[in-house]
């Protein structure tokens, strides 16, 4: 889940608060705490009444309905005309895409021994697009990374997902772009496309990616559209915000000069707003990577199959190789476009000196990259990556000591920790969640989404509790609920501890980005089996898997709200004779209150994120009800409707939380 | 222009460079390329699903290594998921599948009601599912091996999860349990925990026999990881014919699995020399723990693994072909 990850300024720009209401004289820890105390003396009066518990195997109507209604799509495939005229054709179109770039860079093309451009060839485009769109350090990033491939052993791996993200990240521009800009000049349009963007983000891809494969056959389309359903959203959303924050005037200049529609559109809004969509596109080539290791199950080529592969034997080193190819391609390809979007500005500073020798550089490189590119393509040496990979196996196996140093010395440490995490603070606040009516809940949640985000935001929770009812799996979804939000308040501490940290130095947050950016790609299931060792098969692994997915993304939004919080206020205080800690508390955290609210909304939405994962390590409920759906055929209906369920949860939080960040920041 | 002159010429200077320092095997020499001995008229491509535990994946890794070897097939080896492999029987992606565990629901759906599947004959694997302890706590309390005494001990399996009971880990979502069913109705003192993947469970009884922790889980044979860590099955009321009609009263122990082949009805009657292989495909469970062990434990690549064993039960192989 790859949520906009806007910057906490634009946030605060974005909508103007409410303003508050007279009314409001109660203060608003006030109101909580008594919604609080009513809920525990209803709790003590009515517990494990109506609480709707459902059963791992009991289904309901719902559900059932739901599996005749797969079966019969399945059943008349090949006579539906929708299926012939319309989804065989998207196959194909995408299909004769994917293996195209595959012949090209991963796969031997009929004949041929090898794919038509060698190893030597792809670096040598790899480097030099990396220097044309962005600079020299990157481009020496982008030769280094791609070497690397090779160097571990993983080359026709790493070709095969690059070839696989790129046409999904192609694809999903196709439409991202023009949606995103149509979103940014129609409010209407935006408002219909979020809930569309909130399910294809939130829906766990367990669920759809059965359906799909009829659809869409097994094979490079099915893992190239599962990919664009889940990449495409960060762009559209980046895209529309980027194109509504073009400042007013400028627009009504273009205007006033006599621009068209067209012209104001092409020539003012589009390029004003680049830096911001080069953005959204980097956050879809992020989430594109992250679907790799789902991709692998319908048998899409690459590393996520390595990593599946190597984990059925629990061989955690080479899983971890190729989590590690992974995470260097997404930090190429991150740091690539980032760079990409930031060329202009850069360039124009450093006008004197390079950009006149820019042009005939830029030619004489396309030269040598075509050599190297004709040489990949003839000469055998240049085409398979020399050596057997044994980079690869001593990263494996130093993986692998290093796992089994962390489980023979730690384990009694990580269980005491978590036991006391899962007696002090989960089991009473799942009991509380679970064995409370389903209406008791429901009224508390709606009651303290008025108090968090205003009556829209009450409106909007309600329509979600009377949903999650809906969908049968009302008991599972509270269990979750519990987990998850132990899990958020576990990431905000560690969002606020790191992320002033990193904000007050720049240092430690060179230091430390790289691993953050590391935690939020490697495939999770790289580092579960390590967690398996540790804390077992409980709920309490999902819950630390959450986090090192999580806590990366609040730490970096803090750490940068802590730094747009105004220089001289801080020396202001200093010279007041304010102390480190009371500057902290006292000036940074108040003043930096807008990204401490996104922090938790984007916090909130990736630990939902990672129920399912959760799901395969113990966490039970929503995440293992999707799981099974998943793999079982008579559950298949349950699953969609936990599916179903997170999205709900996901909704709730996101309204809730965005509502209350637009009161902080007013 | 000076410049760009200059730039041509550093161009013209790398590229003479590097064409005079490179010679070497040019792509598609003969001497390099081709590598199958014979070209695959016949068999032409064989459509493969390797459901992703690693017993399947010795089974497809030595019916791969003889159909390209021995009868000269392209083998197209699909990574699926179960469910999706039966799908692909319907849309024409998928030939066979090696190793199926019971699935009545998907035969009635494919084989009966869609007709685009057809039964080729058990493997000769008995997949046997049941609960297991790790073997220390067989060996330090053997009478923990009748369900009967379980209770005995319950207090003993309490984990952070299980809520005051004894925990009974399950949970490879992929097969139908009764577990809960099953606590239920032989009134044990134990609370089922979904441990989610068999990662999960393989991971536990891994830790609890090294770390002697009290663990008991859901498990199956033939399995890779019991040659690592011999797990002990615990005996519950005998399987009759019958007993498991009705999921929510199960009070028996669960049926042996003859594990079977599925091929689609096109790769049935194609008359593919691959078909006859699938059909003929047979072995123990032991030759299959061979297999995923050279795979699991002695890290071989499937291809290897295959060869090994092909080289070693020529006989067992011939027969297949015949």
Redesign the interface.
């Known amino acids: 889940m790859t949520v906009a990850i806007e910057k906490p300024g634009e946030a605060e720009a974005a909508v103007p608060a409410a303003p508050a209401k007279g009314a409001r004289k109660v203060g608003r820890p006030m109101m909580i705490g008594a919604i609080l105390v009513v809920w525990l003396v209803l709790f003590a009066l009515l517990r494990g009444k109506q609480t709707l518990s459902l059963a791992a195997a009991d289904l309901t109507d719902l559900h059932r309905w739901i599996n005749d209604f797969n079966d019969s799509i399945g059943a008349d495939r090949n006579s539906n005309p929708l299926f012939l005229y319309f989804f065989n054709e998207i196959r194909l179109v995408i299909d004769n895409l994917v293996t195209f770039i595959q012949h090209l860079i991963s796969q031997p093309p009929g004949a041929r021994p090898v794919p038509q451009v060698g190893w030597l060839g792809v670096v040598a485009i790899a480097g030099y697009v990396s220097w044309a769109v962005g600079n020299w350090r990157v481009a020496l990033l982008a030769v280094t990374g791609f070497t690397f491939f090779g160097l571990q052993g993983l080359w026709q791996e790493s070709m095969d997902t690059l070839a696989l993200t790129l046409s999904a990240v192609f694809v999903a521009l196709l439409f991202a772009i023009p949606l995103g800009v149509w979103a940014g000049l129609s409010d209407r349009f935006n408002r219909i496309m979020t809930p569309f963007l909130d399910f294809m983000q939130t829906m766990p891809t367990f669920v759809y990616l059965a359906p799909l494969t009829l659809f869409f056959l097994i094979g490079g389309a099915s893992a190239t559209i599962a990919t664009v359903i889940y990449a495409a959203p960060p762009t559209i959303r980046i895209t529309a915000h980027a194109i509504r924050n073009v400042s007013k005037t400028t627009v009504e200049a273009a205007d006033s000069l006599g621009a068209t529609r067209r012209q104001s559109l092409l020539k003012v809004l589009l390029p004003m707003s680049r830096r911001t969509v080069v953005m959204g596109v980097n956050q879809t080539i992020m989430a594109a990577l992250a679907m790799v290791t789902i991709a692998a199950l319908i048998n899409a080529p690459g590393l996520g199959a390595n990593v599946i592969q190597a984990l059925q034997s629990l061989d955690v080193g080479t899983a971890f190789n190729a989590g590690l190819a992974i995470v260097v391609m997404a930090i190429v390809l991150d740091r690539v476009t980032t760079a990409a979007g930031t060329r202009e500005e850069y360039a124009r500073r450093s006008e004197n000196n390079l950009a006149k020798w820019r042009r005939p550089l830029l030619g004489a490189g396309a030269v040598v990259t075509a050599v190297l590119v004709y040489l990949s393509h003839t000469y055998l040496w240049a085409a398979d990556f020399p050596g057997d990979g044994t980079i690869g196996g001593h990263i494996a196996s130093a993986a692998d000591t290093a796992t089994n140093w962390a489980q023979d010395n730690l384990s009694g440490l990580t269980n005491t920790i978590r036991d006391i995490i899962t007696d002090g603070l989960l089991n009473p606040f799942q009991t509380l969640l679970t064995d409370s009516p389903w209406w008791l809940v429901g009224a508390v949640l709606v009651a303290l989404g008025v108090v968090f985000g205003g009556w829209k935001a009450g409106v909007t929770t309600a329509v979600c509790v009377g949903l999650l009812v809906g969908t049968g799996v009302w008991s599972d979804g509270m269990t979750t609920l519990a987990s998850t939000l132990v899990a958020t308040v576990l990431v905000m501490v560690l969002g606020i501890v790191f992320g002033v940290w990193m904000g007050r130095s720049m240092l430690v947050d060179r230091l430390i980005r790289p691993t953050l950016d590391a935690a939020q790609v490697m495939p999770p299931f790289v580092y579960l089996v390590p967690f398996l060792a540790l804390f077992g098969a409980t709920r309490f692994t999902a819950i630390v898997a959450a986090i090192v997915y999580a806590a990366p993304v609040t730490m970096k939004i803090i750490a940068d709200g802590i730094r747009a919080v105004p220089e001289t206020t801080v020396e202001a205080a200093a010279s007041a004779g304010c102390t480190t800690w009371q500057i902290i508390t006292k000036v940074q955290l108040p003043m930096s209150r807008g990204a401490l609210t996104l922090a938790t909304n984007q916090g909130l939405i990736y630990v939902l994120s990672m129920v399912v994962v959760g799901g395969l390590v113990g966490a039970g409920a929503l995440g293992y009800d999707v799981v099974a759906g998943f793999s079982q055929g008579e559950l298949y209906g349950k699953g969609l409707a936990a599916g179903c369920a997170i999205v709900l949860l996901g909704v709730m939080f996101d309204r809730i939380t965005q509502a209350a960040a637009r009161r902080a920041s007013a | 222009m000076a410049?760009?002159w200059?730039?041509?010429a550093?161009?013209l200077a790398?590229?003479g460079l590097?064409?005079t320092a490179?010679?070497?095997?040019?792509?598609?020499?003969s001497s390099?390329?081709s590598k199958s001995t014979g070209s695959s008229g016949k068999c032409g491509t064989f459509n493969l699903a390797v459901n992703?535990?690693?017993g399947y994946?010795a089974d497809a890794a030595v019916v791969a290594y003889v159909a390209e070897h021995r009868l000269g097939c392209k083998v197209d080896k699909?990574?699926?998921?179960?469910?999706?492999a039966w799908?692909?029987f319907?849309?024409g992606?998928?030939d066979a599948v090696l190793e199926n565990w019971g699935h009545d629901?998907?035969k009635k759906?494919y084989i009966t009601?869609?007709k685009t599947a057809a039964e080729a004959g058990e493997t000769g694997n008995k997949g046997i599912i049941g609960w297991y302890v790790p073997p220390w706590l067989a060996k330090a309390h053997p009478d923990i091996l009748q369900w009967k005494n379980l209770n005995k001990y319950a207090s003993k399996f309490k984990?952070?999860?299980s809520g005051g009971k004894g925990q009974l880990?399950d949970?490879d979502?992929?097969y139908?349990?009764n577990d809960?069913?099953l606590v239920k109705n032989l009134k044990l003192d134990f609370k089922?925990?979904?441990?989610?993947?068999?990662?999960?469970?393989?991971?536990?009884f891994?830790?609890a026999e090294k770390?002697k922790q009290w663990v008991i889980g859901y498990f199956y044979e033939p399995q890779?990881f019991l040659s690592e860590v011999p797990l002990k099955k615990v005996t519950l009321p005998e399987y009759t014919s019958g007993c498991d009609a009705v999921?929510e009263k199960v009070a028996c122990d669960y049926p042996v699995y003859d594990l079977d082949k599925i091929v689609s009805s096109k790769f049935a009657e194609s008359g593919s020399p691959a078909y006859k292989l699938v059909k003929n495909f047979n072995w123990t469970n032991e030759d299959q723990n061979t297999v995923a062990k050279y795979?699991?434990?002695d890290?071989l690549s499937d291809e290897a693994a295959a060869k090994k064993w092909v080289d070693a039960n020529k006989v067992k192989v011939d027969a297949w072909l015949n």
């Open positions: 410049r760009h200059r730039a041509g550093a161009g790398v590229l590097t064409l490179c010679g070497g095997a040019k792509v598609g020499d390099s390329g992703p535990w690693v994946e699909k990574n699926l998921k179960e469910e999706i799908q692909g319907g849309t992606e998928v629901d998907l759906k009601q869609q984990t952070s999860e880990l949970g979502p992929s139908v349990t809960a069913a089922v925990v979904y441990a989610g993947s068999e990662t999960a469970l393989i991971q536990a891994r830790t770390n890779w999921a795979i699991a434990q890290k």
